[in-house]
């Protein structure tokens, strides 16, 4: 009995694997999932969020309005996210006279680490605090890096997650694609 359920068993997954062998082959379209998911966000608004920034004080969406914002979620961990800082500081210097700009960034990174990672890379922009939950919450579940430019209403018009881990490939990508969509929505 017990040779015959195991003939069967190996029988009904060699079968199995034979029939599935076409599945097997297919490989997973990386750039035909993440236009998906572009496609999945663009005209949604972006999720209500409170951060506290000092003893009485809160930066929230409220502070977004009127603005053309992009918004970055990164980790000091993730080579890719820190893979773009230096892209992030080339667009965000480009922009920063424009009082109509907002770029802003989100990390559950301790404000050690924060500060750390500022220093070394020379970040001007706003980086900000916020616990694991929170910042999956706002990037709707996705990974490391994602990023997002918002129009004055607040409407997502551009969402990426995901980048290159080479600093010149990640550089070249977002000084093509994003910072010219950022500059279209002025």
Same mark, same amino acid.
């Given at each position: 009995?017990?040779?015959?359920?195991?003939?069967?068993?190996?029988?009904?997954?060699?079968?199995?694997?034979?029939?599935?062998?076409?599945?097997?082959?297919?490989?997973?379209?990386?750039?035909?999932?993440?236009?998906?998911?572009?496609?999945?966000?663009?005209?949604?608004?972006?999720?209500?969020?409170?951060?506290?920034?000092?003893?009485?004080?809160?930066?929230? $969406?409220?502070?977004?309005? $009127?603005?053309?914002? *992009?918004?970055?979620?990164?980790?000091?961990?993730?080579?890719?996210?820190?893979?773009?800082?230096?892209?992030? $500081?080339?667009?965000?210097?480009?922009?920063?006279?424009?009082?109509?700009?907002? *770029?802003?960034?989100?990390?559950?990174?301790?404000?050690?680490?924060?500060?750390?990672?500022?220093? !070394?890379?020379?970040?001007?922009?706003?980086?900000?605090?916020?616990?694991?939950?929170?910042?999956?919450?706002?990037?709707?579940?996705?990974?490391?890096?994602?990023?997002?430019?918002?129009?004055?209403?607040?409407?997502?018009?551009?969402?990426?997650?995901?980048?290159?881990?080479?600093?010149?490939?990640?550089?070249?990508?977002?000084?093509?694609? !994003?910072?010219?969509?950022?500059?279209?929505?002025?």
């Amino acid at each position: 009995m017990r040779q015959i359920m195991l003939f069967l068993a190996v029988a009904f997954t060699s079968t199995a694997f034979s029939q599935d062998s076409s599945m097997l082959k297919k490989e997973f379209d990386y750039e035909a999932y993440l236009k998906s998911q572009s496609v999945r966000y663009q005209g949604k608004q972006f999720p209500e969020f409170s951060v506290k920034i000092s003893d009485n004080g809160y930066f929230s $969406n409220a502070d977004l309005k $009127n603005k053309v914002v *992009f918004i970055n979620f990164w980790f000091e961990s993730c080579t890719p996210c820190i893979a773009e800082m230096d892209a992030f $500081n080339e667009m965000f210097n480009k922009l920063k006279s424009n009082p109509d700009f907002l *770029f802003i960034s989100f990390t559950f990174d301790s404000d050690s680490i924060i500060k750390k990672v500022a220093a !070394t890379y020379n970040i001007e922009y706003k980086i900000f605090h916020i616990d694991r939950a929170e910042c999956y919450r706002l990037n709707f579940k996705n990974g490391f890096p994602t990023s997002f430019i918002l129009d004055r209403k607040g409407l997502i018009r551009y969402f990426k997650t995901g980048g290159q881990i080479d600093k010149e490939k990640a550089t070249k990508e977002l000084l093509t694609m !994003t910072y010219p969509r950022i500059i279209e929505l002025f």
